[in-house]
């Protein structure tokens, strides 16, 4: 299985992508070791492109930004992991659909990642980007008859939005806790 090649497909064509995933059956520890712990340690080194375009980016600014952006992939990763295979009965009633919801989501975040990944290495941060972060709602619908529910199912439409606030969310409180930190100093 080429995970880049999923990756990929799922920008150009989300239902194309699922049918691909959907051959294999990876197990989500996999996933994490060859997907999503690489691509935050891509997305952490990115933080410091900001000191080749700007001046005033220190390297304790540019650490700062490099553990926020992987913090908050890394704990959101593992919240929505919890509340999207322990809240929702209906959808994940065994280990099988529990995985495949586990690997829905590290997809969803692949794309978030890849869109943060492009930001940080942009001379001024695009803010049309963040329109881009939406898709993942196209590539949750799509990924409907991976995971086994309905294809205008609730369930897409709240792992679209965990994968999507969540990260935010403490990307934010980190940030607001880092600034009091730093205002005190």
């Known amino acids: 299985m080429n995970f880049a090649k999923n990756i990929l497909l799922l920008f150009l064509s989300p239902a194309d992508a699922w049918d691909n995933i959907k051959k294999y059956s990876v197990p989500v520890g996999l996933m994490l070791s060859k997907v999503l712990y690489p691509m935050l340690a891509v997305l952490a080194v990115t933080a410091f492109a900001e000191m080749f375009y700007r001046e005033e980016a220190s390297l304790a600014y540019c650490i700062q930004k490099a553990i926020i952006d992987f913090a908050k992939y890394f704990f959101a990763y593992h919240i929505c992991s919890y509340i999207l295979t322990g809240f929702f009965p209906p959808v994940v009633n065994n280990k099988e659909t529990a995985n495949r919801v586990n690997?829905?989501?590290?997809?969803?975040?692949?794309?978030?990642?890849?869109?943060?990944?492009?930001?940080?290495?942009?001379?001024?941060?695009?803010?049309?980007?963040?329109?881009?972060?939406?898709?993942?709602?196209?590539?949750?619908?799509?990924?409907?008859?991976?995971?086994?529910?309905?294809?205008?199912?609730?369930?897409?439409?709240?792992?679209a939005a965990f994968c999507i606030v969540v990260p935010f969310f403490i990307g934010y409180l980190l940030n607001i806790s880092l600034s009091f930190t730093h205002a005190g100093a």
Do not use: M
């Open 103 to 159: 690997i829905s989501i590290i997809y969803n975040f692949s794309v978030l990642i890849l869109l943060n990944i492009i930001n940080n290495l942009l001379p001024t941060p695009w803010l049309f980007i963040n329109i881009f972060y939406l898709y993942v709602f196209i590539t949750s619908h799509k990924a409907a008859e991976y995971i086994g529910v309905k294809s205008n199912h609730i369930f897409l439409y709240i792992l």
